[in-house]
C-alpha cells in the first residue's frame, strides 16, 4: 500500500473506527455489567430458592417424621385393642362353649330322668293294672260265693227262695 493510502486509512480509521470502538466497547462494557447484574441476582434467586427448598425439605421431613411416628403409635394402639379384642372373643367363646357344655349336661340329666319316670309311670300303670284286676277277680269271686250261697239256701226256703233268685238276676 502507497503511504498517502495507509495515512487516509488510519486517518479514516481514527475518525471513524475509534469512535464507533469507543462507542462499541462502551456499550459492550455496560452490556458486561448488566449481565454480571443479572448472574449476581440469578445467583442470589439461586440461593434463595435452594434455601427456601431446603428449608421447606426440612418442614416437611419434619412433618412426615411426625405422621411417622403418630401412624407408629396408632398402630400399636390399633394392635393392642385389636389383642384386647381378640382376648375377650375368646374368653367370651370360652365362657359360652362352658355354658353350652353345662345346658348339654342338663339336658342329658333331664333326659335321663324323664326316662327313669317314664319308666317308674310304666310300672306303676302295670301295678295299678294288676291291683285292678286282682279286684275285680276278687269281687267275682265274692259274686260267685254269694250265689253260690244264695242258691243252696233258695230249696229249703221256697218263697224266700224264689225271691232270692229273683234279687240273685238283679246282682248279677
Known amino acids: 500500500m502507497e503511504p498517502e493510502t495507509a495515512d487516509l486509512s488510519d486517518l ?17 462494557e455496560e452490556v458486561e455489567h448488566c449481565f454480571e447484574r443479572q448472574r449476581k441476582r440469578f445467583a442470589a434467586q439461586i ?12 418442614r416437611l421431613r419434619s412433618k412426615l417424621d ?4 403418630g401412624l407408629g403409635q396408632l398402630s400399636a394402639q390399633v ?3 385389636v389383642e384386647a ?5 375368646t374368653q367370651h367363646s370360652e365362657v359360652l362353649k ?11 340329666t ?11 309311670l310304666r310300672l306303676a300303670q ?6 285292678q284286676v286282682a279286684q275285680m277277680e276278687q269281687e267275682n269271686s265274692a259274686r260267685r260265693r254269694q250265689t253260690r250261697n244264695l242258691a243252696l239256701l233258695a230249696p229249703s226256703a221256697g218263697l224266700v227262695g224264689a225271691g232270692a233268685i229273683e234279687l240273685l238276676h238283679l246282682f248279677t
Open 126 to 131: 302295670e301295678t295299678a293294672a294288676a291291683q
Open 12 to 28: 479514516l480509521e481514527g475518525l471513524i473506527a475509534k469512535p464507533v470502538k469507543d462507542e462499541l466497547a462502551a456499550h459492550l
Open 47 to 58: 440461593i434463595e430458592v435452594q434455601d427456601l427448598t431446603t428449608t421447606e425439605a426440612k
Open 66 to 69: 411426625e405422621v411417622a411416628t
Open 79 to 81: 394392635a393392642e385393642a
Open 85 to 89: 379384642d381378640r382376648n375377650r372373643a
Open 98 to 108: 362352658d355354658q353350652f357344655a353345662a345346658v348339654l349336661n342338663s339336658i342329658a
Open 110 to 120: 333331664l333326659a335321663g330322668e324323664q326316662q327313669a319316670l317314664r319308666e317308674e
